[in-house]
């Protein structure tokens, strides 16, 4: 399915995911992916310059939708409101074919350029991104 080199970044994010989190007592809504299983929580955490100082995650589900998660939270930091939901808006057109991928100038999520290529686990990798985007909308 990938490439090897990116194989092995979305174990390493699945198997040592960055700023992940008990979430179970926030008061974050649990979004679920029911073709999958997955399931995922966030919390955004905001510095006084209204930019995102981080963005922490829990939940379970497949190596695709933990590793975007990971790396979705690396990709936010430092980001403000308006730039973070671009950001997410665009990963999700980029997934589903509609923008161009950008994902060789987004660090780690070049790994998750592979998914495209198989539609059944788009909604994988865009899972927390949607989670989050609703939380930057509503909040
Ligand atoms: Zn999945």
Redesign the pocket.
Known sequence: MFDDLYQELILDHYKNPRNKQDLSRSESPLVE?PT???AVRVKIHWNSEQRIDSVQFDGW??A??TASASMMTQILEGRNREEAIAICRSFSAQMRGEEDSRLENWGDLIALEGVMKFPA?IK?ATLSWHAVEKLLIEN
């Open positions: 992916n999958c299983g997955d589900g497949c695709i939708s686990r994988c």
